[in-house]
């Protein structure tokens, strides 16, 4: 073949593929305009109405592509776009509905050019039921193309995420809770769903997936940018992103891939660690012992979630018991809590029964400080107040003193066998 043809069947190759992209590109960026003000002179419901109609009109093509033309490629192309296109539509109907119902808003005022507003509620009620069946058509529809045996699951999902943009309220507290408390179920939805359907791993699973995150991304995006930022948002904000870093880890196969994750994942549980701390601090009037033992304990657990799924893991399981330990002593020492040291000793326990049942070491000896400094503090104020010159505590020494030479003397050689044995398998042990 001669080098002219080979070009030629290059281009004739990749045509089809750049048509597709730059249409693609095309559709989304006119997708876009919809979310904005005045670009186009008519009324807000008439644009909704439009992009609708362009959002059945995709939906259509897709479904003339597989019916009339056989070519499954173009329609996965219209369908995928349709799809995308459903939360585009339940955010600007979910804005029309707050301009008529919507409840008191949070602090500050939303541009201008993201004020979504009509005067008859008949008329948005009507349109509002007849939009959201044509949308769950397009949804169920793209859904058993992009992913046919998860269709009906991911489809439940999708249509749930999305209806939660329509509701009335945008209390960051409540936005918050149901972003994160969606982003849970999806995970856990979707890890289901990948065990028992493989084709979720193609091109087009990826899509399907992707799209479902797609309403998690408004709900937070939406109260950021139209409001004056709040902590739960930006808290839940972390989580989410945690969440889907972590997600995203089973997709990477490359260490450096997996390494840039993790990095990610570290990042933003230590903003939801902080941020979760200031919350429950301010919520419950508590002091900064309060603030650093929620932080610490709440770092520790993140990071030893990433610990889980890394080839790093007895590094990460390290720095996970160090965060949780070092947090209680600082607070401990720095503050003198009688509930830092209950935290002290609940925890070192888990720790200590989670460093033998797993059989590692740093967990283990994290857990044994943490309790001896919760031991440690209750027993100097119990001592605080403890007259030695009176003859009960003489005694009560004393008899402390011949109990344990009694023991040491009987069962010395059999305590000194067990702790041998003991040295040992603690040495077998994991980092």
Known sequence: MSTEAATYSKIAADLPRLLRITGSTVLVISLSTFLFQDWMSVGDLERFLLLLAQTLVLASAGFGCIRFLGEPKGARTFLALAVAAVPVNFTVLAALLHSVWGSTAPVGSPPSLAMWQTGDALLLT???VGSLLGLAVVAAFGFLVLA??????LTVLFLL????LLLPSREPVWVAILAVALMVLLGWQLAVAQAADAGLNTWEGGIARAVLLMPVGVLLGRNIWLYEPHM???????V??????RQLGFLVA????????????LLAATVAALGLADLL?????AGADAFINIASLSLSAFVYEISLRSSAAPAYRRLATGIATGGLLLSLIGFGSHWTALLCLTTGTGMVVGGIWLQQRSAFVAGVLSLLAGLSFEVIHVFAGFELGHWGALAAVGVTSVVLASLLERHGARLKALSDDWRQQFAAWEV
Not at 148 to 153: D, E, F, P, W, Y
Not at 161 to 164: E, K, V, W
Not at 254 to 265: I, K, P
């Open 126 to 128: 009507t349109t509002a």
């Open 232 to 238: 739960a948002v930006v808290t839940a904000t972390a």
């Open 240 to 245: 989410v992103t945690f969440l889907l870093a």
């Open 281 to 285: 601090e301010s919520t419950l009037f």
């Open 254 to 265: 490359g260490s450096r891939g997996r390494g840039v994750l993790e990095a990610v994942s």
């Open 161 to 164: 995420g999305n209806a939660l």
């Open 148 to 153: 046919r045996r998860s269709a009906v699951r």
